[in-house]
């Protein structure tokens, strides 16, 4: 069974004072990447059961990588940007949606014959979420991936039963904006009904914006609540895991390692596999190697 959490705007840059990995202490962020900060200097790690290694982002094109090509990238194996010419997000582009839609993870698995309940996509959207994507006709590369491959959404009524996430993990924005009574639950909580998931599902998918949102502000403290909270929910993730669990951990672009800049950088981000299987995806390259290892380690026992 493989975890697979997606960190957006999450890249492994300069050990500089802009750089909130340097300037926090994040212990839990630190055992993924075996006593590390995450930061370019670290030492790559390609153990049986560990690995942590950075992997290109750019997919080899011009320009500052943005989400909708480089999720679609990460989520099909396939070079999106190059598809579509050039970086684009944070939705993905037309040209690409074909391929997120049938030739996802979700979807290869399911071509590969594990059955889509056996699938699962840890997060919940409001049913506002729903209304704007049937005006706008915007899907979000995880959310296009999961419906297309038939794996259902979650909703409210999954995050009350704590069977799925709220984006923020602890609900506390849901709580304060949408349209039901969520009492806010602590990152452990969160991580512990992802693990729930994790036990019954073949795979399952978490997506986390914050950090990327964090980075565009760059702000300091709101970089630093975001990671801080993500640090308590890995903390409890990895006593929560199964231990036959594969934890795998990445980004699209690298954003919220440098608040000295608005954008997204080019550098690279973060592959992490944690647990049985994961040297599958040590020799993994770029965004586009992930998939590939995701089905190797699923659907290929010699794997
Ligand atoms: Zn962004």
Do not use: C
Not at 225 to 250: C, G, I, Q, W
């Amino acid at each position: 069974m493989i975890l697979l959490v997606f960190l957006d705007g999450v890249g492994l840059g300069p050990a500089t004072a802009a750089n909130p990995f340097v300037t926090l202490d994040l212990p839990a962020f630190e055992r993924l990447a075996g006593g590390q900060r995450w930061t370019a200097d670290a030492t790559p790690i390609r153990e049986p059961e560990h690995v942590f290694i950075p992997i290109d982002a750019t997919l080899g094109l011009e320009g500052l990588p943005q989400s909708g090509t480089g999720q679609a990238a990460l989520f099909t194996g396939e070079n999106a940007a190059a598809v579509h010419g050039r970086h684009f997000g944070p939705y993905p582009p037309t040209t690409v949606r074909p391929l997120v839609a049938e030739r996802s993870v979700f979807a290869r698995l399911v071509a590969a014959g594990i059955e889509a309940d056996r699938l699962a996509f840890a997060n919940a959207y409001p049913d506002r979420f729903f209304r704007f994507v049937e005006k706008r006709g915007r899907w979000t590369a995880t959310t296009l991936a999961a419906h297309s491959a038939g794996v259902r959404l979650r909703r409210a009524a999954d995050l009350a039963a704590r069977r799925a996430l709220p984006a923020d993990l602890t609900g506390e924005t849901w709580h304060a904006l949408i349209d039901i009574d969520q009492k806010p639950q602590s990152e452990a909580d969160a991580a512990r009904a992802l693990a729930a998931l994790v036990a019954d599902h073949a795979f399952v998918l978490h997506e986390y914006y914050l950090t990327d949102k964090a980075g565009h502000s760059q702000d300091a403290a709101r970089a630093a609540d975001v990671l801080t909270s993500l640090d308590r929910f890995f903390e409890a993730l990895l006593d929560a895991l199964p231990p036959e669990a594969l934890l795998v951990l990445s980004s699209d672009h690298g954003n919220i390692e440098d608040l000295a800049t608005k954008s997204h950088t080019r550098h690279p981000v973060p592959l992490i596999a944690h647990g049985p299987g994961a040297h599958a995806f040590a020799e993994a390259g770029s965004l586009t190697d992930v998939t590939p290892a995701i089905l190797r380690v699923l659907t290929d026992a010699d794997a």
